[in-house]
Structure formats: structure tokens, C-alpha cells
């Protein structure tokens, strides 16, 4: 069982920056693939992000946001810069046991409840 907890969301201006957070509880941290999805009002969840031993970014990500993992300290990162106000969303993070990584959220196993995340313009 893993447990999941996001945080470092709030709001900013558009072009601004945030770092969100995931610490994960449990022994196995390193051997799931991690990932990020977002969830704007009346929208489905869409994959942002994902690492395991590579990294995989959606393309209206990339070149902004980076994601990273410090399997020491059981934790998963989202560093967002230039923030515009579409990436407005509830950010999720997700671990999944499998050695891949996948765009469909299904496939994940374990999810935390999320952190709010609005760029005002």
C-alpha cells in the first residue's frame, strides 16, 4: 500500500513559477513509476508528466515543467515555470507498478487527493 500526498499549489500570475510536491509513504518508492496528471473543471484527467528511470513529459508541458524524484526521501517533484492560465488545475500524483509508463491514468495504482493549482492572467 502506498500513500500519497501532494502539495506546493496555490496561485500565481501568469509566467510565474511553483513546485509541487509528492511524498510517498512505504519501503518501494523507487521501483513504481510516478506521475502527474491534472484535472481542470469539467475536463478529464489528463497526463502532465511521469519518471522512473527516464522521464516523459505531455507535449504542452515541455520545455516548462520538469519532473524529478529523490527516491531517498520518498518523494516525487512538478517544477512549473512559465505558467500560463490554462495550466490551471487540480495537479494529482499517481504511482504506478509497472516499469513503463502510460498517458491513460487507469493503469496507475495509487493516487493522492491532489493540490490546487490557478494561474491568473
Known amino acids: 500500500q502506498v500513500q500519497l500526498v501532494e502539495s506546493g499549489g496555490g496561485l500565481v500570475q501568469a509566467g510565474g513559477s511553483l513546485r509541487l510536491s509528492c511524498a510517498a509513504s512505504g519501503h518501494t518508492f523507487s521501483t513504481y513509476t510516478m506521475g502527474w496528471f491534472r484535472q481542470a473543471p469539467g475536463k478529464e484527467r489528463e497526463f502532465v508528466a511521469a519518471?522512473?528511470?527516464?522521464?516523459y513529459y505531455a507535449d504542452f508541458v515541455k520545455g516548462r515543467f520538469t519532473v524529478s524524484r529523490d527516491n531517498a526521501k520518498n518523494t516525487v517533484y512538478l517544477q512549473m515555470n512559465s505558467l500560463k492560465p490554462e495550466d490551471t488545475a487540480v495537479y494529482y500524483c499517481?504511482?504506478?507498478?509497472?516499469?513503463?509508463?502510460?498517458?491513460?491514468?487507469?493503469?496507475?495504482?495509487?493516487w493522492g487527493r491532489g493540490t490546487q493549482v490557478t494561474v491568473s492572467s
Open positions: 519518471i522512473n528511470w527516464s522521464t
Open positions: 499517481a504511482a504506478g507498478s509497472f516499469h513503463y509508463y502510460y498517458t491513460d491514468p487507469r493503469p496507475y495504482d495509487y
